[in-house]
């Protein structure tokens, strides 16, 4: 049984599929849902984390939970270039006019 977006079952309905198909229904749903989440970042993770546990947090479960949240900070970091990229880029970069780019603290004072 494949999920259908436009065509759900009710509860009704999915009590009477067999285990099998149940729980393939399960897993092309999930797989559709999928599709439109992204990963949380570090800051949430560790929120998480620390909600989760209850307890104070072992440095590896911190770490773990940094691993899993670098990855939503580096897909969130892509979709913005990718977005920069679709509307022309950095304009900073493109103006001829600008001739002094100052990108570290250190150059703000002349």
Do not use: C
Not at 13 to 23: G, I, N, T, Y
Not at 87 to 96: A, V
């Amino acid at each position: 049984m494949i999920y259908n977006p436009n065509n759900e079952l009710t509860d009704e309905q999915m009590s009477k599929l067999s285990e099998a198909d149940f729980f393939e229904y399960l897993d092309t749903k999930a797989a559709y849902l999928k599709q439109f989440t992204t990963p949380i970042g570090q800051y949430h993770a560790k929120q998480f984390a620390a909600l989760t546990k209850g307890e104070a947090l072992t440095t590896e479960e911190l770490k773990r939970a940094k691993e899993l949240g670098k990855i939503g900070d580096d897909e969130r970091a892509r979709k913005i270039a990718e977005a920069a990229e679709r509307k022309g880029g950095d304009p900073k970069f493109k103006d001829d006019g600008i001739v002094n780019i100052k990108t570290n603290r250190t150059q703000w004072f002349d």
